[in-house]
C-alpha cells in the first residue's frame, strides 16, 4: 500500500487524512493543514527550520515521514500563543530582537520549548549547545540567547507564583 | 526532495517484523531513527519498496548493566543514552562521544543500532564500539546470533547483518578498574560528521603497565578502521610519550582517508595524529587515576 490513512493530533486538534507514504511530515503540516509556521530550510536536516515537537520531543520534520505521526501530538508554532497572548518564548523573541528576518525563528522556538522544559534554568552554554542544530542565516545568536535567557526567567517566576 | 513511493509496514511485535523481512528480503528497508535512511532515500542512494518501520517495537530501547556488561537495545536513541547514568559512570568514552553526534533533534530520534547498522564509516558509534570490544546481537528468522564488532564492519556501508536481520542489542563489557577511554573529533562545524575521529579506551596495571588497549578511527577509511598494530604496541608499554607516539604514527600512516570536502589526504592524516595522540594522553591519564 502506498498510502495510509493517519490521525495526527496537531495542536490539540485530530485530523484524519489519506496520504502517500512517502510524504514527509513537514509537508503534511504545511500543505495539508496549510500551516505554514513551519519552515522547510535546507531539507537536509541541518538547519532546523522545520523543528516542531513529536509526543513533546524537538525533531526535524523534513526527515520524518507523516505515517510516523499517526497517533500522535505534534506541537507546531501556530499551538504556541494562548489566543492574542504570547507564549514565553515568542515574547522573550519579540523582547530581545531574537529575530531579523524570522524564517528559522519558529523552529527555534520549537527547540527552546523542549530545552526549557528539560532544563528550565539552562547556562549560556548550555543554551548555545540546545541550539546547535538550528542555523539563523542572518547570524542573530546572540539576541536568541538573550531571548531564551528571557523566557527561562519569565517561565520559572510564573512557575513560583502559579 | 521526496522520497521514492514504498510500502509501508509499522509491525508492533519483533515476530511481525521479523517475519516482514523475512518475506521482503533485498527490497525492504528498516527504519529507526530514519536520519541515515530518509536522507538516503530522497538521494534516491536507496530506493526500496518496502519500508518495515520498527518504532513500535519499545521493548528494545533499554539500557542495562548486569554482571560487569552494559547491555543497551538496538532502538535505544542517542538522547536516552545521553540521560543515561549506568551510560555516564560505566562508559566515559561512550558519554564523551554523544554530545558530538549530529545536534539535539536528531539525537531525539536516531538510534545506537541505526548507527551501527548503516555501516557508515563517517558515523561516530562504531569506532568508540571497536576500542571497546562490544558484542553486536541479531535477530533473524532463525533465531538470535551474536557478532564480534571485530567482525561487523564488512566493506562500505556494508555490515554482517543480513536483510532479514534486526540488530537488537549491544553488548559492552565495562572496563575494569585502572581504565580510560576518551574521543576525540575534529568538526568543521557542530553537528557535522568528523573531518577525522579517534577512540581510544586503555587498561593499566598496579605498575602502570598497559594490559590492554582498543583504538579506532572514525571517517578515514572504507570501513571504522580499528588499529590493531597501533593497539599491540600499546599493550605492554608504559603508555608513555614513546608508545603514543608510535601508536599515533601508526594510525595516521595505516589509515587511508579520502580527499574530499572535509580536507585532503595529507591534512586528514595529520588530524588522525595529532588527535590519536590526545585520546591516549587523556585515556591514559583516567587509566592512572
Ligand atoms: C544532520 C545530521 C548529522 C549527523 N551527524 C552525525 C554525526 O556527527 N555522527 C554520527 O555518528 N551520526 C550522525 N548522523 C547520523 C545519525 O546518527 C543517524 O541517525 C544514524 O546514523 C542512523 O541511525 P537511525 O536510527 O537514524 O537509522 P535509520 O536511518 O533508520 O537506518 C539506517 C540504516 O540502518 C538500518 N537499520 C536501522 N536500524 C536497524 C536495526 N535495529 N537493525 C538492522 N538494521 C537497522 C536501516 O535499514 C538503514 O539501512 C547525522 C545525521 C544527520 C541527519
Ligand atoms: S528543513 Fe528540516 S532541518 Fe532544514
Ligand atoms: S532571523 Fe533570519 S534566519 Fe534567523
Redesign the pocket.
Known amino acids: 500500500m502506498k498510502t495510509k490513512e493517519i490521525t495526527v493530533h496537531v495542536n490539540g486538534t485530530p485530523h484524519t487524512k489519506e496520504v502517500s507514504t512517502r510524504l514527509l511530515l513537514v509537508h503534511f503540516i504545511r500543505d495539508d493543514l496549510d500551516m505554514t509556521g513551519t519552515h522547510i530550510g535546507c531539507d ?3 538547519c532546523g527550520a522545520c523543528t516542531i515537537l513529536l509526543d513533546g520531543k524537538s525533531i526535524k520534520s523534513c ?1 520524518v515521514l507523516a505515517v510516523q505521526a499517526d497517533g500522535k501530538q505534534v506541537t507546531t508554532i501556530e499551538g504556541m500563543a494562548n489566543g492574542a497572548q504570547f507564549h514565553p518564548i515568542q515574547e522573550g523573541f519579540h523582547e530581545e530582537h531574537g529575530l531579523q528576518c524570522g524564517f528559522c525563528t519558529p523552529g527555534m522556538i520549537m527547540r527552546a520549548a523542549e530545552l526549557l522544559e528539560k532544563n528550565p534554568n539552562p547556562t549560556e552554554e548550555e543554551i548555545r549547545w540546545g541550539i546547535s542544530g538550528n542555523l539563523c542565516r542572518c547570524t542573530g545568536y546572540q539576541n536568541i540567547v538573550k531571548a531564551i535567557q528571557y523566557a527561562a526567567e519569565k517561565m520559572s517566576t510564573e512557575a513560583e507564583t502559579a | 526532495m521526496i522520497p521514492p513511493a514504498f510500502d509501508y509496514h509499522a509491525p508492533q511485535t519483533l515476530e511481525e517484523a521479523l517475519s516482514l523481512l523475512d518475506e521482503y528480503g533485498d527490497d525492504a ?11 538516503m532515500m530522497k538521494l534516491r542512494l ?1 530506493q526500496p519498496e518496502h519500508i518495515v518501520d ?1 518504532n513500535a517495537l519499545t521493548e ?1 530501547e533499554y539500557i542495562r548493566e548486569e554482571n560487569g556488561v552494559i547491555y543497551i537495545g ?2 535505544t536513541r ?1 538522547v536516552a543514552l545521553e540521560e543515561s547514568d549506568i551510560i555516564h559512570a560505566r562508559l566515559p568514552l561512550v558519554s564523551e562521544v554523544l554530545p ?4 539535539p533533534q ?1 539525537r531525539n ?3 545506537i ?3 551501527l ?2 555501516g ?1 564509516p ?4 562504531p569506532a568508540v564500539m571497536l576500542a571497546l570490544g562490544a558484542t553486536i546481537v541479531a535477530q533473524g528468522p532463525e533465531g538470535k546470533r551474536s557478532i564480534h564488532i571485530n567482525d561487523f564492519f564488512e566493506d562500505f556501508y556494508m555490515t554482517a ?1 543480513e536483510p532479514e ?4 542489542e549491544i553488548q559492552i563489557p565495562v572496563p575494569p578498574q585502572g581504565s580510560g577511554g576518551s574521543y576525540k573529533k575534529l ?1 568543521r562545524k557542530v ?4 573531518v577525522a575521529g579517534v577512540a581510544a579506551q586503555v587498561t593499566v596495571d598496579g605498575s602502570g603497565a598497559c594490559t590492554s588497549a582498543g583504538l579506532a578511527l572514525t571517517n578515514v577509511h572504507y570501513i571504522p578502521f580499528k588499529v590493531t598494530d597501533g593497539e599491540d604496541v600499546l599493550v605492554g608499554s608504559k603508555l608513555d610519550k614513546e608508545a603514543i607516539e608510535k601508536a599515533a604514527g601508526i594510525a595516521s600512516e595505516q589509515c587511508d582517508p579520502s580527499n574530499d570536502l572535509r580536507g585532503s589526504v595529507e591534512y586528514k592524516r595529520a588530524m588522525v595524529l595529532e588527535l590519536t595522540r590526545r585520546a591516549l594522553r587523556d585515556a591514559a591519564n583516567q587509566a592512572r587515576g
Open positions: 537536509t536536516s541541518n526527515t | 528497508k528498516i527504519l529507526s531513527g530514519g536520519h541515515s535512511l530518509i536522507p536507496a520498527i528494545l538496538g532502538l542517542e558530538l553526534i549530529a545536534d536528531v530520534l536516531a538510534t543500532g541505526g548507527n547498522a548503516h557508515d563517517g558515523n561516530d558509534h547483518l536481520e534486526i540488530l537488537t568538526e553537528g557535522d560528521y568528523a
